[in-house]
């Protein structure tokens, strides 16, 4: 059998980006739909390898997986870290608010706390927001968007900045919540590989570049993300 295409994420319920691995190690959502695309293109067994959000990165440095397929913008200060494919998705970046806050864009962020994950690009429009107390979140739990969720949730921040893909079901029908405005950042999102590996880095750029050419990323994008605009 051929070895398998490990591939680092955390385990979370960000649907419908990705749900929660399952007791047979499978998940469901839009990314593992594209892992899963990947290794039939490659011919190999997927297998997800669970870490922190902070650590996908060195996870990919150290060799313990062949790529991270996780959420990752392709931003100058993941360059510095890793290599990436060609993007697998572009997106933009929306604020989340609790339900009836009255914001609609970042002049009414004055004074507010906002938070994002550090060293992300949604930390970078976070900071962007003239006037915003921007409160990040570190990347060492398990699930670091279920925290900014529940600290927006009992008031200990204003409002979340992130993806407007995680966004999707909770600014329409989440009691709770509602989607203040988005920006269009137009982030490009992609596979983080090693810098010492380039045949793998190439690998991967070769089968996702297939796989976006015979459409078959595109009826994935059409499945789990019919709200969003295909960007390819």
Not at 90 to 119: M, N, Q, T, W
Not at 138 to 164: K, N
Not at 197 to 203: H, I, K, N, Q, S
Request: aromatic share 8%; proline share 7%; glycine share 10%.
């Amino acid at each position: 059998m051929s070895n398998p295409l490990r591939l680092a994420c955390i385990d979370a319920d960000a649907p419908p980006l990705f749900l929660p691995i399952d007791e047979a190690g499978n998940r469901e959502g839009y990314e593992p739909a594209v892992a899963r695309l990947l290794a039939e293109e490659l011919g190999r067994p997927l297998e997800w390898v669970v870490v922190p959000w902070n650590d996908m990165l060195p996870s990919a440095q150290r060799h313990e997986v062949d790529g991270v397929l996780c959420g990752q913008g392709i931003i100058p200060s993941r360059l510095e870290q890793v290599d990436f494919t060609r993007p697998y998705g572009v997106f933009h970046e929306g604020v989340l608010i609790r339900r009836g806050e009255g914001v609609s864009g970042p002049e009414d962020l004055v004074g507010k706390r906002v938070a994002a994950i550090a060293a992300s690009a949604n930390m970078t429009l976070a900071e962007s927001f003239e006037g915003a107390e921007v409160v990040p979140f570190g990347g060492e739990s398990d699930d670091v968007y279920a925290e900014m969720l529940e600290a927006l949730r009992t008031g200990e921040v204003d409002a979340v900045v992130d993806d407007d893909v995680v966004f999707v079901p909770l600014g329409e029908a989440d009691p709770t919540f509602e989607l203040a405005f988005t920006v269009q950042t137009g982030n490009r999102w992609g596979i983080g590989v090693a810098k010492d590996r380039p045949e793998t880095l190439a690998e991967l750029d070769g089968a996702l570049a297939r796989i976006i050419e015979d459409g078959r990323l595109r009826k994935a994008w059409e499945e789990w993300l019919p709200t969003l605009d295909y960007p390819f």
